[in-house]
C-alpha cells in the first residue's frame, strides 16, 4: 500500500486567504497564515484524512 501525502496548507495567490485541497475538493480556511487558518487546516487535515482512511478500509 502506497503511503499517503498530507495536503499542503498553501496562499491563494488570486484572491489572498489559506486553501487545502482534500480528495480533490478545495478548502478556503481564511486569512493566509492568521491563528484561525492554522486551526481550521488542522481540523481540516484530521477530518479529510481520517475520512480517507476509513474508505479505504471499506
Known sequence: MRKQ??????HHKGI???VVTIDG???YLGLHGS???H???AEEI?????GMKRR???
Request: glycine residues 12%; proline residues 12%.
Open 5 to 10: 501525502k498530507v495536503p499542503m496548507y498553501r
Open 16 to 18: 489572498g486567504p489559506a
Open 25 to 27: 475538493k478545495s478548502v
Open 35 to 37: 491563528p484561525d487558518s
Open 39 to 41: 486551526r481550521r487546516y
Open 46 to 50: 484530521e477530518n479529510g484524512i481520517g
Open 56 to 58: 479505504s478500509l471499506i
